[in-house]
Each structure stands twice: as C-alpha cells, then as structure tokens.
C-alpha cells in the first residue's frame, strides 16, 4: 500500500532544546496528521494540515508545537522548546481527503532527557 | 471524554478460533470507522473500514459489524492465526475531520 515515511526513526535530545520530526507523505496526498502516542496507550491526535494551514488542533498540540510544509518538502513538526512529557512516539500521516482513509508512517520515538 | 472505547483491552485466543473485538463511540454523527492494526515498533497498518450506511464489512477473514443505533461495532477474525497478534485500533471519524482513535484491543493468538 501507500508508504509514509519519517525520518528520524529514533531522538533523543535534551529538555529544553529544538527538535524536528520528519515525514514524507503519500505522493498525490493533500491532508497531514501528526499523531501523540505514549507507550502502551492509544494514538491521540495533534493536528491536520491542508493547503499550507492548520485545519484542526488539539489540546495536546502546545504554543512549543508547529508545523509545516515548505514547498512540497517534508511536512515537519517542531517542538521549540521541549519538555519532559514530550516523549513519546509522533506518528505522521496523510490522506488524499479529509476524512478519509489515512495512511501511517512507522513512527519518530522521541526521548526527552 | 473518551469518544471511542474498546474492549477488552487484551484478548487471547487459540489458532482457529474467532478473537471478537469491540468498539463503542459516542458522538453519533461518526460516519466513517476503520480499524487499525499495528505491530510492535511500526505504524497502524489500515486494515478494513466500514461507513455508517452499511451494517456488514467483509474482507476475507476480517468482518466488521455495525450497529448505528447502539452505536457499537465489533471486528470479528475467523480461523485466527499466530500472525494475527498484535494490536487493533478502532477509530471514527465523521466527514472532514481527524479521527478519533479507541486505546486498542491486544490480541494474542496461541498456536
């Protein structure tokens, strides 16, 4: 099926610095998720993207968080500065449609220290 | 609020036997509900969905059921295999907007 790729696999970076997760979506694709996951638990959601904005966020998504997509080039999210209860896995995807089926990345693991 | 719940949280099952895994929402105009399935270290992997207009799903050994009134569903797989386990994520979602996933059923398969 359609591959959504994020880079990198694996972070860990220390509280307080910048960190920015990756994600290559489904080529033709126009709709972009980011995803929280903490070990064990379900996948909640952060925010979509479409069109160069922000369509919908959650409480989760902080003022540290932002997102973007500069000319077609990786849909990123940053988190400037970090906390300790950023650690998680960030699972990036896309659809074609809102609403629509949404396709996974393998996820970002990312450890706060 | 929890707008999508599941159950049980861990179920283990023999090679053959049909694992049923079920799910519960809360917001009635969830139109679109797919179910999820992932492997330890990877993504959700899409692995069978069903619209609110029909009461039935299929694909091979996967069927999903749907009761629009009760508002719950259940995912049931038959002749379940060692390669089945892992964890199923139920998930709604109604027209434009992001989907709201249940904490997920962990399913063992014993051969």
């Known amino acids: 099926g359609p591959k959504v790729l994020q880079i990198p696999s694996h972070q860990i970076i220390d509280m307080g610095q910048m960190v920015t997760l990756n994600c290559d979506p489904v080529?033709?694709?126009?709709?972009f998720y980011w995803y929280k996951q903490i070990l064990g638990q379900q996948m909640e959601f952060l925010v979509n993207?479409?069109?160069?904005?922000?369509?919908?966020k959650s409480k989760l998504f902080k003022d540290q968080f932002s997102v973007e997509r500069p000319d077609g080039s990786y849909f990123t999210l940053k988190i400037q500065p970090t906390a300790l209860e950023d650690s998680a896995v960030y699972f990036c995807?896309?659809?074609?449609?809102?609403?629509?089926?949404?396709?996974f990345g393998p996820g970002t693991r990312l450890l706060v220290l | 609020q929890q707008q999508v719940r599941q159950s049980p949280q861990s179920l283990t099952v023999w090679e053959g036997e049909t694992a049923i895994l079920n799910c519960s929402y809360e917001?009635?105009?969830?139109?679109?509900f797919p179910w999820y399935q992932q492997f330890p270290g990877e993504g959700p992997a899409l692995l069978i969905a069903?619209?609110?207009?029909?009461d039935k799903k299929e694909d091979g050994r996967f069927t999903i059921f749907f009761n629009k009134r009760e508002k719950k569903l259940s995912l049931h797989i038959t002749d379940s295999q060692p390669g089945d386990s892992a964890t199923y994520f139920c998930?709604?979602?109604?027209?434009?907007?992001?989907?709201?996933f249940g904490k997920g059923t962990s399913l063992t398969v014993i051969p």
């Open positions: 995807a896309s659809s074609l449609a809102g609403g629509d089926t949404q396709y």
């Open positions: 080529s033709n694709h126009l709709y």
């Open positions: 993207f479409y069109n160069g904005k922000v369509m919908e």
């Open positions: 917001n009635s105009a969830f139109d679109y």
């Open positions: 069903i619209r609110s207009v029909s």
């Open positions: 998930a709604a979602s109604t027209g434009y907007q992001n989907f709201y």
